[in-house]
T-cell receptor, first 114, second 111 residues
Framework: GAGVSQSPRYKVAKRGQDVALRCDPI?????LFWYQQALGQGPEFLTY????????KSGLPSDRFFAERPEGSVSTLKIQRTQQEDSAVYLC????????????FGPGTRLTVT | SQQGEEDPQALSIQEGENATMNCSYK?????LQWYRQNSGRGLVHLIL?????REKHSGRLRVTLDTSKKSSSLLITASRAADTASYFC???????????FGKGTMLLVSP
């Protein structure tokens, strides 16, 4: 595709609801990353996939966060029982191979938990 | 945790002036990357410099890397209002599984 796409662009959830955020990476990119960005801060790493394998999930803040990439292309980040501190922009990025290459970011999903 | 730290946190200049922002990092790296983020286009990759390079140019951008001081600088020459954005440096973690971003420098270019 032309770039990384994410959906939805905006999501408002009531505290306690589950949400699912989708990322479509650039076709052919092996690596996929999820980041969380709070207002006024840089992106913070959540998790990393190489193809369908989740190689690093050390950045996931709690077991309420779960990510998958079952066929090595589209990825979904799921947050269960959302809390107010989950409010942030969730960014997806893809790259040719790992963190030794430039990453291409999607527009992000802005999640607001009320 | 943030590995790269940009300096200054905010910078305000006039169109046509040059803008310089700096980045310091803590661990050994094989590359350092600079990104720009504004509300219109999201986070965009600007330039990647590898550890065996000391300087790299791309259009009006010039990046330097000093691995002995664990620092990098980004120079934007002849700035334009459209350069208004936040600029982040990013470095790979030890496993090269992710990039660690700094908090960014917010650049405002006034017409």
């Amino acid at each position: 595709g032309a770039g990384v796409s994410q959906s939805p662009r905006y999501k408002v959830a009531k505290r306690g609801q589950d949400v699912a955020l989708r990322c479509d990476p650039i076709s052919g990119h092996v690596s996929l990353f999820w980041y969380q960005q709070a207002l006024g801060q840089g992106p913070e790493f959540l998790t990393y996939f190489q193809n369908e394998a989740q190689l690093d999930k050390s950045g996931l803040p709690s077991d309420r966060f779960f990510a998958e990439r079952p066929e090595g292309s589209v990825s979904t980040l799921k947050i269960q029982r959302t809390q107010q501190e989950d409010s942030a922009v969730y960014l997806c990025a893809s790259s040719f191979q790992g963190a030794s290459y430039e990453q291409y970011f999607g527009p992000g999903t802005r999640l607001t938990v009320t | 945790s943030q590995q790269g730290e940009e300096d200054p946190q905010a910078l305000s200049i006039q169109e046509g002036e040059n803008a310089t922002m700096n980045c310091s990092y803590k661990t050994s790296i094989n590359n350092l990357q600079w990104y720009r983020q504004n509300s219109g286009r999201g986070l965009v990759h600007l330039i990647l410099i590898r550890s065996n390079e000391r300087e790299k140019h791309s259009g009006r951008l010039r990046v330097t890397l000093d691995t002995s001081k664990k620092s990098s600088s980004l120079l934007i020459t002849a700035s334009r209002a459209a350069d208004t954005a936040s600029y982040f440096c990013a470095t790979p973690n030890s496993g090269y599984s992710t990039l660690t971003f700094g908090k960014g420098t917010m650049l405002l270019v006034s017409p």
